[in-house]
């Protein structure tokens, strides 16, 4: 059942969208900028060193404004990786290094105890010109920073999901309470407001303004009923409600998404929801709100389906999805958001039904292996493509 969304527009009949021909979703030219590996890949038989340039399977990366600068979650060598300016050259090197004593050091909490310029697998990332945020996901905490870091190691300002920068137990070492997370894997500044994908709690968590202080309480919940629950699907079969691995937000227009991808599939409500556990309006990736296999149980995938989606944006009028597992993107219209929609553009693949790191061959500039986060600033998509150890700077297609 094709469920049409009046804020969204009207659903197209369902004859236009059993087999769409894809368009492409940026620049078919490829990315502007690559940063990381090569443009032509990297060499599996050698280690990532890490240096100002290269990164190992970063999962998050933000632009705080179309001229920057870029904040970079080099998640494997746990550290943050800083561009004062926006890259405008392949491999250009970091400014700015959080998580570690130097470019050439890697390892949790910098093989120390964590503090408030520490990192443990850190996610995702957000940014404006006045805060940084980021999940700070085996620390089960989020690190904001009020103003944009500009020194190698500048500490955060606040922490949340714990009560002090040296604390590191999930749920604080109890129960889910609205002050607590468990491997928070996604974070979004919108408007005034701070998101965050509470993973292992299987929520998303809501403050309706930026948190200045210490482990301050969130003031939302969505995928559970309270803020004391973690139950996977909300303790119910899949449904409108419950979620399983939230794991990012965008908002389009009037908008609200995330990425549930455990249900291989991202939820949508027609506006920012103000209530705890607000059932969404619609999905995409399954048929209906009971659904959860990837690919909608086929092998290979089609316009309609997704296989662990990790990250969703806004770019212009559309929704941008990483279909990670499927090492595609594709391209949502909001004017045509349903449950079921098809996407009409894509990047990645050469068509709907195909999926494979690097479309089974060795990478490329224009391919993608499991890319796990994604933003965009103006015109912009941040595609952090994790499988191949690098971060692209990828236009709109003309």
């Known amino acids: 059942m094709r469920v049409s969304l009046r804020p969204f527009g009207a659903s197209r009949p369902t004859s236009a969208v059993m087999a769409p021909t894809p368009r492409p979703l940026l620049d078919p030219a490829g990315p502007a900028v690559v940063l990381g590996s090569t443009p032509s890949g990297f060499d599996l038989t050698q280690p990532v060193a890490p240096t100002s340039s290269t990164l190992f399977g970063p999962r998050g990366a933000a632009l705080a404004s179309p001229s920057g600068p870029l904040v970079i979650a080099d998640t494997g060598h746990h550290r943050l990786m800083i561009w004062l300016r926006r890259p405008t050259v392949d ?11 130097d470019f050439a050091c890697e390892g949790r909490n910098a093989k120390g105890a964590a503090g408030a310029a520490t990192v443990n697998v850190p996610t995702g990332v957000a940014a404006t010109s006045s805060v940084l945020a980021v999940a700070d996901a085996w620390n089960h905490r989020v690190l904001l920073w009020h103003g944009l870091p500009e ?23 109890g129960d889910p309470r609205a002050d607590t997370l468990n491997w928070c894997y996604g974070v979004a500044i919108i408007g005034e407001s701070l998101v965050v994908c509470d993973t292992g709690n299987r929520r998303v968590l809501v403050w309706r303004r ?10 939302l919940v ?4 309270s803020m004391n629950c973690r139950d996977e699907n909300g303790g119910r079969g ?7 691995w939230p794991h990012s937000i965008a908002m389009v227009g009037a908008g609200f998404f995330v990425a549930d991808s455990g249900n291989n599939r991202v939820m949508a409500w027609t506006a920012m929801p103000t209530q ?15 659904a959860s296999e990837h690919n909608c149980a086929r092998y290979l995938p089609d316009a309609t389906s997704l296989n662990m989606p990790y990250g969703c944006a ?13 090492s595609r993107l594709l391209g949502f219209v909001a004017a ?63």
């Open 222 to 225: 969505l995928g559970q009923d």
């Open 314 to 326: 806004a770019l212009g009028d559309r929704l941008l999805v990483a279909d990670t597992a499927n």
């Open 210 to 219: 930026i948190p200045c202080l210490n482990g301050e309480p969130a003031d």
């Open 276 to 290: 705890n556990g607000t059932p969404c309006d619609l999905v995409l990736g399954q048929p209906d709100m009971s």
């Open 91 to 101: 491999s250009a090197p970091a400014d700015v290094l959080i998580g570690q004593a």
């Open 151 to 173: 020194r190698d190691n500048q500490p955060a300002d606040v922490v949340l999901g714990q009560a002090d920068f040296s604390s590191t137990l999930a749920n604080r070492g």
């Open 238 to 244: 899949v449904d409108s409600r419950g979620m399983r």
């Open 336 to 398: 045509d958001m349903a449950t079921g929609a098809p996407a009409d553009a894509l990047t990645g693949q050469p068509d709907f039904q195909s999926k494979g790191d690097n479309r089974w061959a060795a990478p490329v500039r224009d391919s993608l292996c499991w890319p796990y986060g994604l933003t965009t600033s103006g015109t912009t998509a941040v595609v952090a493509d994790s499988g191949n150890n690098r971060v692209l700077l990828w236009e709109a297609a003309p």
